[in-house]
C-alpha cells in the first residue's frame, strides 16, 4: 500500500515552454503533497506544500508564479514548471501524507526535467 | 527550527561490514525521525522511522536505527553490509509529521 506515482518519469522540453509534472497517490487519499527539487548529488529540497482544494505553500526564495501548484483532488497534484530555462533543469519528486499529523510521507518515483 | 546534519558524505564498507550512516537533529520539541535510501534515478523508500516510542527502531533489510536525546542523534546501522546496499542514504526530521527536512545525504560504496 502508500503507493505514489508520477507522470512523466522524464521529459525533455524546449527553453521558454511550460511543462506539467502529475503526482498521483494510487491507493490513499492524500490530504497533504508535497513537491521536493534535487539537484545532482545533492538532498531534497522542498519547493512548497499543497493541501487539496487550498492554495500551496510556498517555501522561502520559490518563485510561485514559476512553479505553479495545483492539488485539485485527494489523488491528483500537479506541478507546472512555466517557462522553463535551463536551470530548472532538475529532479523533481513528490510525496503524500494520508491526513494531519501524519507521519509518514510516502515519495515518488521522480521526474527527471531536461530543458534545452 | 528543525535540521539535520548528516556527518560523512561519503562512506564505503566491505562487504560483510558494519554499516554505520551518522545523523544528528536539531528541534525545539520531540521529532519525527526517518531514514529513506535513495537509488539511482529513483524517488525515496522508507528504511525506518521514529515516532516516539522505542528508541531503538528496526527498518527493512535489516538496517536499525537509534535514537539518542541527549547525543541528538539517530545514527543508522546494519551488521553486515550487502552490494544492494550500495545507495544514497538521507535522514530527514520533522516536527509536525508533515514538513520534512533533509540532510545532505551519504552515499554508500560497498566493496566486494
Known amino acids: 500500500g502508500a503507493v505514489v506515482s508520477q507522470h512523466p518519469s522524464w521529459v525533455i522540453c524546449k527553453s521558454g515552454t511550460s511543462v506539467k509534472i502529475e503526482c498521483r497517490s494510487l491507493?490513499?487519499?492524500?490530504?497533504?503533497m508535497f513537491w521536493y527539487r534535487q539537484f545532482p548529488k545533492q538532498s531534497l529540497m522542498l519547493m512548497a506544500t499543497?493541501?487539496?482544494?487550498?492554495?500551496?505553500?510556498?517555501e522561502q526564495g520559490v518563485e510561485k508564479d514559476k512553479f505553479l501548484i495545483n492539488h485539485a483532488s485527494l489523488t491528483l497534484s500537479t506541478l507546472t514548471v512555466t517557462s522553463a530555462h535551463p536551470e530548472d533543469s532538475s529532479f523533481y519528486i513528490c510525496s503524500a501524507t494520508s491526513g494531519a499529523g501524519t507521519d509518514t510521507q510516502y515519495f515518488g518515483p521522480g521526474t527527471r526535467l531536461t530543458v534545452l | 527550527a528543525q535540521s539535520v546534519t548528516q556527518l560523512g558524505s561519503h562512506v564505503s564498507v566491505s562487504e560483510g561490514a558494519l554499516v554505520l550512516l551518522r545523523c544528528n537533529y536539531s528541534s525545539s520539541v520531540p521529532p519525527y525521525l526517518f531514514w529513506y535510501v535513495q537509488y539511482p534515478n529513483q524517488g525515496l523508500q522508507l528504511l525506518l522511522k521514529y515516532t516516539s516510542a522505542a528508541t531503538l527502531v528496526k527498518g527493512i533489510n535489516g538496517f536499525e536505527a537509534e535514537f539518542k536525546k541527549s547525543e541528538t542523534s539517530f545514527h543508522l546501522t546494519k551488521p553486515s553490509a550487502h552490494m544492494s546496499d550500495a545507495a544514497e542514504y538521507f535522514c530527514?526530521?520533522?516536527?509536525?509529521?508533515?514538513?520534512?527536512?533533509f540532510g545532505t545525504g551519504t552515499s554508500l560504496t560497498v566493496i566486494p
Open positions: 491507493d490513499f487519499q492524500a490530504t497533504t
Open positions: 499543497s493541501n487539496e482544494g487550498s492554495k500551496a505553500t510556498y
Open positions: 530527514a526530521v520533522s516536527v509536525t509529521g508533515n514538513q520534512f527536512y
